[in-house]
């Protein structure tokens, strides 16, 4: 059984910076791309930034210049670290992984975290 579990989200004023990471545990032989999705209330879930096992990052437009994705490959942890943020940031914030296992290649899903922007 694989889980992700992530972390780091809370409340934050506009400016601010968090850092959201997202640990992968179980019977995993690696992990492929991995990704952070979010969601606001009464809109759809997104991408906001996805890596490659390799490295190769992929960012919305609207996170651009702000947001960083990167991983840990040994720890199968990947982060998001996230600066000026606005209070269009604010969602439920969801690790997403491709997971290769003992049950073959699976879609993963985090639990979510809630990120929240306001003064």
């Known amino acids: 059984q694989v889980q992700l579990v992530e972390s780091g989200g809370g409340l934050v004023q506009p400016g601010g910076s968090l850092r959201l990471s997202c640990a992968a545990s179980?019977?995993?032989?690696?992990?492929?791309?991995m990704g952070w999705y979010r969601q606001a209330p009464g809109k759809q879930r997104e991408l906001v930034a996805s890596i490659t096992r390799g490295g190769t990052t992929n960012y919305a437009d609207s996170v651009k210049g702000r947001f960083t994705i990167s991983r840990d490959n040994p720890k199968n942890t990947a982060y998001l670290q996230m600066i000026s943020l606005k209070p269009e940031d604010a969602a439920v914030y969801y690790c997403h992984a491709e997971v290769f296992s003992t049950l073959g290649v699976n879609d993963h899903w985090g639990q979510g975290t809630q990120v929240t922007v306001s003064s």
């Open positions: 179980g019977s995993i032989f690696s992990l492929n791309v």
